[in-house]
């Protein structure tokens, strides 16, 4: 018996102007939690995909319990016991939640001893016992459409799980969960520790890494840098090797003076009655408002009713005493407000476009020649501004966003709004997916813009970065404004009691 | 970054490599070129340029709507209607058999208008039907097409129009150059000008970008700023009018109308536009694409007719093509993924 459950050796991949993945290396060890670092673009999901058959490696090797072996498709990795979540989440809305999971397997039944057809009842009841086994206590019966995008993350590890499998791979897993979902999932981690399930971890996010990670690897431009037990390992030594060079802050100094109130909501509330209501705050000109809250606050919801997106049954919106009316996003847009939506796939990035033509969509009035025709000279030159301001890695302004790495679709959709210079600037989850050199570049830009003056709403789930990066935190608990806490008396504890004050 | 701009021949050549249905009927054409003695002449060449004109003109308003993830079943029944419109006004004055005795004879420039602005109401109401009401697109001009063939039929009593005004048939059917039967037909420089048309407004202007953006992802184009609505009822209104041209140019080109005219038009342009590398999941299409897939189109209708295949098997042949051109066009997809 080998060590490992699984190795791959020496793998290379190249697509059309990159090379994703040059000798890489995965070693894992059964029972233990693998965590596989690096910076966005560095082939981590690559390295994944052709460990779950879904690319074709040009060179490598893998090897099951010591035997060679070949993955022609995500198909065969199931049978031979690789499970894998993805990073971008493909669940199929209009169905529900027992019928998701067991895509393509469902379990059958005889009618009249005969007719082989689809055993709905056994489905459902295996459904309900797998969501409780992964902690979730939803109706098997909804429709995935329906569901949160932490829910939706929820009925994709639950199906995973469902496979029996001995490799589970998680890519970014938490990128959109809640600090009490990060709990339950870490606790599904450990049950399955103990069952002897290899898993490969994949995340930005140190804390976690120190926490479940046993043995950590560390992936540079598609180069195998390193494993070390996690026990050896801090952040510093961490960041130190995927980044190649030393990082001494997390976040930028801030010198943004908030000034007079200029952005103001009062009583807003939503057509839908279990979502936000009566919600009034106050924004200052260069000022950054973290939005914090658990899942289920309706932050988003809220931020996307404010911004057209959603439809809203009474309330108001203000920019310098007057007032707004915004009943699509096109209205927020003319009147100086931008919105990074949190769902990248769904509501972000069209993905067969082009890096210049998703980066340029709304801004496109600020390039044309004689008012009608678009200089792509210029759309270029916006496409290279960011390429260098945010260290986008793309072989080409023309290359389809979808082939990005998460992360480096995530700053594209960064710099669409960028282009816009907006007054008003929401920005819901804004470094998810985004790795810690990069997320440190995102910072600097956020609290430049508020230095001259614009002023920024940023929900986010991650308590550091509200707490680091906020002048001032509004908190929600279910579909209600809790409380506002400054920015310097801001701490993990008096943001978790506004945020569960109704529960 | 580095990367060379394609010129356009680079760009056709492609498409002929990843489409390898246009390769097949492109050594399909060599072969029955060198079994045929009349297939390479200047008659049959010019032929062909005039079927591909009017098809192309259609194709082109189908392909916004492709792009954007929709169809437009009405093509053929608007191309119909037009022609039925322009045919009874262009009606000699002194013709018997004129449906609208009293009406006078009109300039067939002012009919031009007319047929024009019909074919932009047509359009707008599928663009209205789609957004306004949320009809699926399929199921809206599957609808619209019906009402239209139905008006079509009662303005023209269901009878054939013949008898233009001779300004309008000789035109429209006017050419250039006769040298030993070399010449090249107006309406080839028509489907240039739409051609080139086109190519500006996917490639260059707002309206194109907020198409091809609704195309990749409709919610995101939304929330980007970009007007749907009236982006998708711009593309419907449009393929409205190139339908209604076409429509005109066709009556005048067969010198007699009727309202079964352009039947069937809508499946040849779908097919051409797929086969030219229009993806039917939507966002991708260019506008030398379609040329090609028209084109190549065109090409096996007179191939088969070269070879004397009966004109009932044509029908299955096309069909094949079809399916084929759009199981490749799905494969190519699923093999990126
Ligand atoms: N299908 C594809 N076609 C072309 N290039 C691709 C494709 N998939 C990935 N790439 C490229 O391969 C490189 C590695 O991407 P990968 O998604 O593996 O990065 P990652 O480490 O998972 O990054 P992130 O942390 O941002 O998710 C990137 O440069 C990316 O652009
Ligand atoms: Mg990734």
């Known amino acids: ?503 | 970054m580095e990367k060379k701009q394609e010129t356009a021949a680079q760009k056709a050549l492609r498409i002929v490599k990843g489409n390898p249905i246009v390769l097949l009927l492109l050594i399909a054409a060599i072969v029955v070129g060198f079994m045929k003695d009349n297939f390479f002449s200047w008659a049959n060449f010019g032929n062909l340029m005039s079927n591909t004109a009017v098809r192309f003109l259609i194709a082109l308003g189908v392909s916004g709507c492709l792009i954007t993830k929709g169809t437009d079943l009405s093509a053929g029944r608007q191309v119909g209607f037009a022609a039925v419109v322009a045919g009874i006004l262009c009606q000699r004055g002194d013709y018997t058999g004129r449906l609208w005795k009293w009406a006078p004879e009109m300039n067939i420039g002012l009919v031009f208008l007319i047929v024009l602005v019909l074919g932009l109401i047509w359009g707008l109401i599928n663009g209205l039907i789609v957004t306004k009401l949320h009809v699926p697109p399929f199921i809206a001009t599957l609808g619209t097409q019906t009402i239209i063939y139905g008006i079509s039929l009662v303005i023209s009593d269901a009878q054939p129009i013949g008898g233009f005004q001779k300004i309008y048939t000789t035109l429209i059917n006017g050419r250039i150059g006769s040298v030993k039967g070399f010449h090249l037909p107006y309406l080839l420089f028509v489907a240039a000008v739409f051609g080139l048309l086109f190519w500006f407004i996917y490639n260059k202007t707002r309206h194109g970008k907020y198409m091809y953006a609704i195309g990749g992802n409709e919610v995101a184009a939304e929330v980007s700023g970009v007007n749907t609505t009236s982006t998708l009822i711009g593309i419907y209104a449009t393929a409205g009018v190139m339908y209604a041209i076409a429509g005109y140019l066709l009556a005048a080109k067969s010198g007699g109308s009727s309202a079964s005219m352009g039947q069937g038009y809508e499946l040849e342009a779908i097919a051409g536009c797929t086969i030219g590398g229009v993806s039917t999941t939507g966002g991708i299409g260019t506008v030398p694409g379609i040329l090609v897939g028209v084109l190549v189109f065109e090409l096996l209708k007179i191939i088969l007719q070269f070879l004397g295949v009966n004109p009932y098997y044509n029908y299955v042949v096309q069909g094949l093509v079809i399916v084929l051109a759009v199981s490749l066009d799905i494969r190519k997809y699923i093999a990126k993924k």
């Open chain 1, 1 to 503: 018996m080998s060590e490992y459950v699984l190795e791959m050796t020496d793998v290379c991949k190249a697509f059309p102007g990159v090379k994703a993945l040059d000798h890489a290396q995965l070693k894992l060890r059964p029972g233990k939690v693998h965590a596989l670092m690096g910076e966005n673009g560095a082939g981590k999901s690559t390295l994944m995909k052709c460990m779950f058959g879904i690319y074709k490696m040009d060179e490598g090797q893998i090897k099951l319990d010591g035997q060679p072996v070949t993955i022609n498709d995500p198909m065969d990795a199931l049978h031979k016991g690789i499970a894998m979540v993805h990073q971008e989440l493909q669940p199929i809305p209009a169905r529900t939640v027992g019928e998701n999971i067991f895509l393509g397997r469902y379990p059958m039944k005889k009618a009249l001893g005969l007719i082989p057809i689809i055993d709905h009842k056994k489905m459902y009841a295996d459904t309900a016992e797998l969501l409780k086994k992964v902690r979730m206590n939803f109706d098997p019966k909804q429709k995935v459409g329906e569901l949160s995008v932490s829910q939706m993350q929820s009925v994709e590890i639950a199906k995973a799980v469902s496979a029996n499998c001995r490799v589970l791979i998680l890519d970014e897993p938490t990128s959109s969960l809640t600090a009490n979902e990060v709990e339950a999932l870490f606790r599904i981690i450990a049950d399955l520790k103990a069952e002897g399930v290899a898993i490969v971890y994949i995340s930005h996010k140190m804390d976690e890494i120190l926490r479940i990670g046993d043995d950590i690897t560390i992936m540079r431009d598609g180069q195998y840098i390193g494993t070390w037990p996690a026990s050896e390992m801090t952040t510093d030594s961490i960041i130190t090797k995927m980044v190649g060079r030393e990082l001494t802050n997390l976040y930028p100094p801030k010198n943004n003076v908030p000034g007079e109130v200029v952005f103001e909501v009062k009583d807003f509330t939503s057509i839908n009655p279990r979502s936000f209501r009566n919600i009034s705050f106050q924004l200052r000109k260069g000022e950054i408002l973290g939005v914090g809250g658990l899942v289920g606050a309706q932050r988003t919801e809220l931020m996307e009713g404010l911004f057209g997106i959603r439809s809203h049954s009474k309330g108001q919106i203000f920019y310098k005493g007057k007032e707004m009316h915004i009943n699509r996003p096109k209205d927020a847009i003319d009147q100086g407000v931008a919105m990074l939506t949190e769902d990248r796939r769904g509501s972000g990035i069209m993905g067969v476009l082009s890096v210049a033509d998703n980066i340029s969509i709304s801004s496109l009035n600020q390039y044309l020649d004689y008012g009608v025709s678009i200089n792509s000279k210029k759309v270029e030159s916006l496409v290279q501004d960011n390429v260098k301001k945010m260290n986008i890695k793309t072989p080409s302004s023309k290359t389809q966003i979808k082939s990005l790495s998460g992360g480096n679709q995530q700053k594209v959709l960064l710099g669409r709004w960028l282009a816009n210079n907006p007054d008003v600037f929401i920005m819901d989850e804004p470094t998810r997916g985004i790795d810690v050199g990069a997320k440190y570049e995102i910072y600097c830009i956020i609290e430049e813009m508020a230095r001259e003056g614009k002023s920024i709403i940023m929900i986010s789930s991650e308590m550091s970065e509200l707490i680091g990066m906020s002048d001032r935190i509004m908190v929600m608990c279910d579909g209600r404004v809790t409380g506002f806490i400054d920015g310097k008396d801001a701490t993990q504890e008096n943001i978790m009691a506004l945020a569960t004050q109704f529960e």
